[in-house]
């Protein structure tokens, strides 16, 4: 094609264009009142509402479950199903089913009990070789540390830790739910150490905090068992009562007890312990605690918190037979004071 043919299809397609550019402008001009009017609001609303209603169209669809087991669990086979055999119950033959329990799978090393947090508290353990739970490269001992709510390890991960105790752990089984909870009990361990570790069974691992005796008298050496009134806010202590506070006392002041630190309304500076709430009938009521009261000191050494109390206690636990709690209440100020136990 030489360049007067592409001249000439060029005008020609122009020309074609032009020609019908003008007729649809003259079309538009003809036609323009009709195509700018505004359209009737009824005439919109009728056309709106009466739209012919559309049949429904459905589809059968499968469940992916029902497939799944269709193509999984049913026997392909075309064997005839297994027959089941009950067994009688009282028969010899008949064993009886031996649950799994958590004292056959691991043994306890040491227990860490935090009364104020128990969720942090610690168990190191160590599992036996019917757990078939590899040793950890972490531990050169192949001891496990968790805390509540930790499972064991696979395969034996349905057991839950469900609280840690002063002397024991607590184990759920989260495959039977009406089974009860099985308490496995901490090994024997010399709690006359003032050290934060101690030798349990055969690895070094934290345990409980050791416990103490405020009283100054041997159990076999007394003759009262359990807590005397013998005056008013004067208490002789019994053996049985200070047996159970020494092993007890992380229980006592955050389940039977509320505490919080006071403050001087005046001054605004902490100068005491508040005891909030007392559960009626426990040991601290039995020993003469009330709602509402403010420690202010014990033998005559200000204390301004829980911890400074027992530490007080604790670091004079040799010096003292008598120990006289001064305590604030609505306004009055009392002395509450505990004996040592009875000697024979």
């Not at 691991?106 to 009990?113: N, P």
């Not at 040793?135 to 839950?160: C, H, M, Q, W, Y």
């Not at 405020?214 to 159990?219: A, N, Q, W």
């Not at 005046?266 to 007392?278: A, L």
């Amino acid at each position: 094609m030489n360049t007067a043919q592409i001249k000439l299809v060029t005008w020609s397609v122009a020309g074609t264009l032009g020609v019908g550019m003008a007729a649809y402008v003259g079309w538009f001009l003809v036609n323009r009142t009709e195509i700018l009017a505004s359209v009737d609001p009824k005439v919109m609303i009728s056309a709106l509402t009466n739209v012919p209603e559309l049949a429904q169209h459905q589809v059968t669809v499968v469940s992916y479950d029902d497939v799944k087991r269709g193509l999984l669990t049913i026997d392909w086979t075309g064997k005839p199903p297994p027959e089941i055999v009950v067994a009688d119950a009282n028969t010899a033959d008949n064993a009886a089913v031996v649950k799994q329990t958590a004292s056959d799978l691991l043994t306890l090393r040491a227990v860490r009990y935090d009364g104020r947090t128990p969720e942090r508290s610690e168990v190191i353990f160590k599992y036996l070789s019917e757990a078939r739970v590899a040793a950890p490269s972490t531990s050169p001992d192949g001891t496990f540390l968790k805390r509540p709510g930790d499972k064991l390890d696979e395969p034996v991960d349905n057991i839950k830790i469900v609280a840690v105790w002063p002397d024991s752990v607590e184990f759920a089984f989260e495959d039977d739910a009406a089974r009860e909870h099985e308490f496995v009990v901490v090994g024997e361990f010399d709690v006359t150490t003032n050290q934060s570790y101690v030798l349990l069974a055969d690895g070094v691992a934290p345990a409980v905090a050791p416990r103490f005796n405020p009283i100054g008298s041997r159990p076999e050496e007394a003759a009262n068992l359990q807590t005397e009134s013998v005056g008013r806010d004067r208490f002789r202590m019994g053996v049985d009562d200070l047996t159970y506070i020494n092993e007890h006392y992380p229980e006592i002041v955050t389940t039977d007890v509320t505490i919080a630190r006071h403050r001087d309304p005046v001054t605004k500076k902490y100068d005491g312990i508040e005891v909030k709430s007392v559960v009626p009938d426990s040991i601290a009521a039995r020993h003469g605690v009330q709602e509402g009261d403010v420690i202010k000191s014990i033998n005559g050494h200000p204390v301004t918190s829980k911890e400074e109390a027992i530490q007080f206690v604790k670091n004079n636990k040799d010096n003292y037979d008598v120990w006289e709690v001064e305590v604030w209440n609505r306004g009055q100020t009392r002395t509450i004071t505990y004996l040592p136990p009875k000697k024979k």
